[in-house]
């Protein structure tokens, strides 16, 4: 492994991007745990899929466990530096959605 360069790359608004690959961001995201919505009966799960990509699927309330659901892919555009799918203000925009739409809404951090 190489050495850590402090050596500045671009330095942008919202974040600093380093020679050596590394990006440091001014904006500190809140993060809150999957959960099952006490209102709307949504329940959230993390899912990894490599250790750079995870996703968060919200699962509606269903009472036929073999009825097929829509499947609707949400990218909260956060440019890698504002927000997180893990965010309280898109885990809560999307178990709305999820049991608005009575689709299983997936998220991908």
């Known amino acids: ?17 380093y020679k050596d690959g590394r990006i440091e961001t001014f904006y500190k995201t809140e993060k809150i745990p ?13 899912v990894v899929i490599s250790p750079e990509v995870s996703t968060r699927i919200f ?7 073999t009825q097929k659901l829509p499947i ?8 890698f530096c504002l927000e997180s799918a893990f965010s309280p203000i ?11 739409s009575n689709a299983i809404a997936v998220s991908v951090e």
């Open 90 to 100: 898109f885990h809560k925009h999307l178990t709305t959605l999820a049991y608005e």
């Open 1 to 17: 492994m190489g050495s850590i360069s402090n050596e500045i790359a671009h330095e942008f608004r919202f974040f600093r991007a």
């Open 34 to 46: 999957p959960s099952t919505d006490s209102i709307t009966g949504v329940q959230s799960k993390d």
């Open 59 to 65: 699962l509606p309330k269903t009472h036929d466990p």
């Open 72 to 79: 609707l892919f949400y990218i909260h555009g956060g440019g």
